[in-house]
């Protein structure tokens, strides 16, 4: 039981003393001097009473607001201080039938027998004022409005994915024109025909005091770009050789143009596939992987149609099934990379570069790098500041849920990239890669491609595990043909930038403040440029 207190204040409040008393009234009774109030007290109390008051006057104009209107100024108030008294959290102003009717699953026959509903949130607030609804009817009304533009806002999605897949795997009819004038100058004028490179320059090709680079491509305006860009940032170019490998429909347009538009002093070589004897001989696993990949895709994939009919499925998974059947993922020159120690056997380094860079820098550099025994030498995907770009692990690409990879990855393993890598081809001969390569290909093919999709990567991941030497980032930057979130400014800080996705820069769907650093290594004042209307915009 609770024993009674008594409360005295000085005159002057400076002093506040609490002493028992017998009984209630003693508790609530106030000695001050003489009996007299002073002004000062008097003062004080008012300004205790205008502070009481305003608190009052906040709290209750808050009720106001959230439309409790009903409560009364001391309940209000009693209903604010209560909960934080006892510690309490204050219950919500929402109304429960709300979270119900939210919260219930979405009849897909309903959603498309239902009434049109307001398209922008300014037609669903004058609905609502009209109509005055009850708390049920302004959640439905609510909920099928956000489902509708929701819909609408996935079709959108999909569509785009489409016409973009559809952009980056159709051949621009401005290239189409030019690999035809190539082709008729290659019948038609024999400085087209010239032998690449020149008899007195052939030893070049297995000297080992150059820098060899390889570029694998059947894409000549790409392929040009990458020579040009190579040999003017290159600070000894007369030390350059570049092996451009392309296939057999290819290779009188490519050597017509390199024929045409020499880059001297550096030594460049252009041959076709069917130019390596070995690859024409026998069986090549990595073609008959490809064949049965292509027929496997086709039967399982049922082709972008189908992929786009699927209802269940989030755009992003079924933007990643379109660009899994993207033709440069079943092309030839993308498989080829594992092949190199055949087809260079004399070569001890080479650095390989895909046909969507840009480079920006001397290159030489990367011959002093100590690999450290490693195969590979590679930009790793998992570090660094653009979280989109560079946040790829090996979950990333592998299908963890099948045992298979699950055995024997790790997940949470740093990815890396291909489009400039380093390739010591002496540790390279000394491994399997190639043939574990070409095992998980086969084992891909036999779980219905549930291993992985995308094409060359996956089973590089794999083919290289163990095998990878990290390198700096400057010297290969990822990402510029997939999101525009890079500002010109990085990209030209890079050493190689790499126009991976489908945005590529000679396509109209390229990204426009990034392609410029693409197209300044385009000479558009050529005259089978222009014949063919290539234009930098």
């Known amino acids: 039981m609770l024993k009674a207190m008594q409360l005295h204040i000085s005159p002057s409040l400076r002093h506040v003393t609490v002493l028992p008393a017998k009984g209630f009234k003693e508790f609530i009774k106030v000695k001050v001097g003489s009996k007299r109030l002073s002004y000062r007290m008097v003062f004080y109390c008012l300004l205790f009473l205008t502070f009481l008051l305003r608190f ?28 934080r008294i006892l510690g309490k959290r204050l219950e919500s102003a929402v109304p429960e039938v709300i979270y119900r009717v939210l919260e219930e699953p979405s009849d897909q026959n309903e959603t498309q027998t239902r009434p049109e509903s307001p398209q922008t949130l300014d037609e669903f607030i004058a609905e609502m004022k009209d109509g005055r609804p009850d708390a049920k009817t302004f959640a439905v009304k609510l909920k099928a409005m956000v489902t509708q533009l929701e819909e609408r806002t996935r079709t959108a999605k999909i569509q785009e994915y489409l016409y973009r897949h559809v952009a980056s795997s159709s051949i621009p009819k401005q290239l189409h024109c030019l690999a035809l004038k190539l082709a008729h100058e290659h019948s038609t004028n024999s400085n087209a025909r010239l032998q690449l490179p020149a008899p007195e320059l052939v030893p070049s090709l297995v000297d080992n005091s150059y820098f060899h680079f390889v570029l694998a491509s059947d894409n000549v305006l790409a392929a040009s770009v990458v020579a040009s860009s190579l040999v003017q940032n290159f600070i000894h170019p007369e030390k350059i050789v570049l092996h451009i490998i392309t296939d057999r429909k290819t290779y009188a347009p490519m050597q017509a143009w390199f024929s045409l538009h020499p880059l001297t002093p550096a030594v460049i070589e252009v041959k076709g596939l069917h130019h390596f004897d070995w690859f024409t001989k026998g069986k090549v696993p990595v073609m008959e992987a490809m064949e049965k990949d292509q027929k496997a895709r086709s039967q399982f994939r049922g082709g972008s149609s189908a992929i786009v009919a699927n209802t269940t499925e989030k755009p992003k998974i079924i933007a990643a099934k379109l660009q899994a059947l993207s033709p440069k993922y079943n092309s030839l020159m993308n498989h080829i990379r594992i092949h190199l120690p055949e087809l260079f056997p004399s070569l001890d380094k080479i650095v390989f570069l895909d046909d969507d860079i840009v480079v920006q820098t001397d290159l030489s550099p990367l011959w002093d790098i100590d690999m450290n025994g490693k195969v590979n030498g590679a930009v790793e995907t998992c570090r660094g500041e653009d979280k989109y770009v560079m946040s790829k692990r090996f979950k990333s690409y592998l299908n963890f849920s099948h045992p298979l990879i699950a055995k024997h990855f790790d997940p949470s393993e740093c990815a890396w990239a291909y489009g400039m890598n380093i390739f010591d081809l002496e540790a390279w001969r000394n491994t399997n ?31 290289f595990h163990g095998h990878v030497h990290a390198i700096d980032p400057f010297w290969h930057m990822l990402g510029l043909g997939y999101q525009d979130n890079t500002t010109v400014a990085e990209a030209q800080n890079a050493g190689v930038i790499h126009f991976n996705g489908r945005a590529k820069p000679w396509l109209d769907i390229a990204f426009p403040q990034l392609r410029p650093l693409w197209t300044k290594y385009v000479n558009y004042s050529d005259k089978l440029i222009k014949s063919c209307h290539i234009r930098a915009s």
């Open 56 to 83: 009052v006057f906040v709290l209750t104009a808050i009720d106001t607001i959230d439309g409790e209107r009903k409560c009364s100024t001391l309940g209000c108030l009693g209903k604010k201080i209560g909960p």
């Open 433 to 463: 890669i190639s043939h574990t390569y070409y095992y998980w290909l086969q084992q891909n093919l036999k779980s219905d491609l549930s291993l992985w999709q995308l094409g060359t990567l996956p089973p590089g991941l794999i083919a």
